[in-house]
């Protein structure tokens, strides 16, 4: 059973930083990379892509040069660095992976869509 926990989440003020963690269990995975990636989605708001990180990475337009999507598989966890936050950043930040495949962007994200997600962590950011 694949399990995606997720961590790192909480309250600051605009212009500070966060880093998310998503420690994935349970996962065997022909892959040494395969698809994850970071969404959001604040009260009222659609869910939104934040970071996809595939055979190469997207960031979505509004956290790109502050947001940064990385992994160490060795810890199998999946990392969100955000630096300036912006009160827009507020919402609960969602992991999401799919360990049985690896690709391009727009593989990976129709993959994540529909693969194994955590319980999210809140992000609140104060002006």
């Known amino acids: 059973q694949v399990q995606l926990v997720e961590s790192g989440g909480g309250s600051v003020q605009a212009g500070g930083s966060l880093r998310l963690s998503c420690t994935v269990s349970g996962a065997s995975s022909s892959y040494n990379r395969y698809c994850m990636g970071w969404f959001r989605q604040a009260p009222g708001n659609e869910r939104e892509r934040v970071a996809v990180?595939?055979?190469?990475?997207f960031y979505a337009d509004s956290v790109k040069g502050r947001f940064t999507i990385s992994h160490d598989s060795t810890k199998n966890t999946l990392y969100l660095q955000m630096n300036s936050l912006k009160p827009e950043d507020t919402a609960m930040y969602y992991c999401?992976?799919?360990?049985?495949?690896?690709?391009?962007?727009?593989?990976?994200?129709?993959?994540?869509?529909?693969?194994?997600w955590g319980r999210g962590t809140q992000v609140t950011v104060s002006s």
């Open positions: 999401a992976a799919d360990p049985s495949a690896f690709g391009s962007v727009g593989f990976c994200y129709a993959r994540l869509k529909s693969g194994y």
């Open positions: 990180a595939a055979d190469s990475t």
